[in-house]
């Protein structure tokens, strides 16, 4: 949550993803081909595996943690 705001993450691979890709808080593309997912997807993955998801949450959750140590 951002300022008692729920957060949004989209999850799509196709060009009619690109509309809610963009309007989410993050959007998530697996097709780097594709030239409106590069513009709407705040992140982009190569590889077409699901699993890289729960490492993208680990990382920031790690990220997030140690920006409030510091």
Sequence with gaps: KQNGENQVMMIGDG???CLSLSESNYGV???ANNQFNMISSDIIFINEN???ILIL???SKY?????WIN
């Design 63 to 67: 990220t997030f943690y140690f920006i």
């Design 57 to 59: 949450l680990k990382i």
């Design 29 to 31: 593309s697996f097709n």
């Design 15 to 17: 060009v009619n993803d």
């Design 50 to 52: 699901l699993s890289l």
